[in-house]
């Protein structure tokens, strides 16, 4: 079946999209508050990929940055970083990454990787590599060795998304494995999730 947007945006996918964004935001706004080295900011994004798909995935991680920028402007340009999330978690969900534990776990890194690459740049370009987090603590260590400011950030970037994104897989994961298969079957990529096979009598 070829699947793109009109597939991805189904009434339980737009319904799903508010549910994530909202957890985004406690998310963000608890790592900032509680002074966070890392955020934990796209459980939400997460989530709603792996049941609503890539494209769903892509609209959740941007509103939910919006909406953190609003709140702390810090937050807008990394919108890139949580697009790009979305959408490669929602891959590797058409995928089925997700259905192991495995699975689950290669899943992180490869979110991890795609998340670093587009926000390294970001961090670069857009604040001179210091964001005022408390990351910027690694990155002004590896400066003191003499490491480029690029290759600073980008192993900053590595090491906070590879962190970040193992507990963020971590608890969408375990929510979606107790979610009912009754829940499940009504979205097009939570079929796959289902435990209980039904059998002839």
């Known amino acids: 079946m070829k699947r793109g947007l009109r597939y991805d945006f189904s009434l339980l996918a737009l319904l799903l999209i508010p549910v994530g964004v909202s957890v985004n935001v406690v ?17 939400g994004t997460l989530f709603v990929s792996m049941l609503g798909g ?4 892509l ?8 909406i953190n920028g609003m709140l702390n402007p810090v937050a807008f340009p990394y919108a890139l970083v949580a697009m790009t999330t979305g959408f490669v978690a929602g891959l590797l969900s058409r995928w089925r990454w997700y259905t192991n534990i495995v699975g689950a776990v290669a899943a992180c890194f490869v979110i991890s990787i795609a998340a670093a690459i587009v926000k390294a740049p970001v961090t670069i370009a857009v604040f001179g590599g ?23 950030v980008f192993s900053t970037s590595i090491f906070t998304a590879v962190a970040s994104t193992a507990i963020d897989v971590s608890v969408s994961w375990v929510i979606l494995r107790k979610l009912p298969d009754r829940f499940l079957i009504k979205f097009n990529y939570g079929s796959p999730y ?7 009598s």
Do not use: C, E, H
């Open 27 to 43: 998310g963000y706004q608890l790592s900032s508050i509680l002074k966070f080295p890392i955020f934990i900011d796209q459980i």
């Open 59 to 66: 609209v959740t991680g941007l509103m939910g940055n919006v």
């Open 194 to 200: 289902v435990r209980k096979v039904a059998t002839a």
């Open 130 to 152: 210091v964001t005022g987090a408390g990351s910027d603590l690694l990155t002004a260590a590896l400066l003191v060795t003499g490491t480029s400011l690029i290759k600073s």
């Open 54 to 57: 890539p494209w769903v995935g």
